[in-house]
């Protein structure tokens, strides 16, 4: 990790821990040799960093261009592996990025819905733009969801409340065969990945609550 990443990693592992009383269920599946595209549920500011610090290892961000919106911003943003994304019309160079990322053994973590939240429910249906990812990479999908982060600290808060936040962890997808036999082609073939991705994050349920 590069110290500013590092800075960060254990400034969120310290806030996971002590403020939010964070807990991972099969913490294990974390360790994912290889390349990965890691799909989480997307209620909160807090969703990247929470996650983030619970791998073992530095993973990498999609993020909205416009938090790049100075140098310093961006100098610090870069160093903490975020990817400047423009949500209304992806560039080919992010794409290529994140391809590139995955291709060499590195992790990405995106957010099938495109955006937070409004109401702390799991949207039904994914961005195309996701599917295109899992499609053109061809690498594993991991599913992960983050629960409590809409309570803690949702659209519109100024400051996170303190609460439970738990983080589980799904089984490694290989996706592969589903596209080979879907018969499925270009935007039909990229929302059915996505869905299919946020079918598995929202079947990752809360222990002993079934929700």
Known sequence: ???????????????AKLYFRRRVIHPEKLE?????????????????PMIGSAFPEA??????????????????????????????RPELATIKKILQLVKD???????????????????????PGIGMLIAKSKKPVLPVRLYGAYEAFPRGAKVPR??????VVGDLLDLNDQM?????????????LSDHAMEAIGKLKLPGTGE
């Not at 303190?162 to 983080?167: I, K, R």
């Open 162 to 167: 303190p609460g439970q936040l738990t983080l």
């Open 1 to 15: 990790m590069e110290p500013v990443y590092r800075l960060g990693y254990t400034l969120s592992n310290l806030v």
């Open 180 to 192: 080979e036999g879907s018969g499925l082609k270009g935007k039909e073939l990229y929302q059915a």
């Open 105 to 127: 053994g590195d992790k990405v973590l995106i957010f099938p819905e495109g955006e937070r939240t409004r109401d702390g429910r799991l949207k039904e249906k994914g961005a």
């Open 59 to 88: 993973i990498h961000y999609m993020a909205r261009k416009t938090l790049f919106s100075n140098r310093l911003a961006e100098w610090v943003y870069e160093r903490c592996n975020a990817i400047p994304v423009n949500q209304e």
């Open 32 to 48: 994912v040799p290889g390349g990965c595209l890691v799909v989480a549920n997307h209620t909160s500011f807090l969703d990247p």
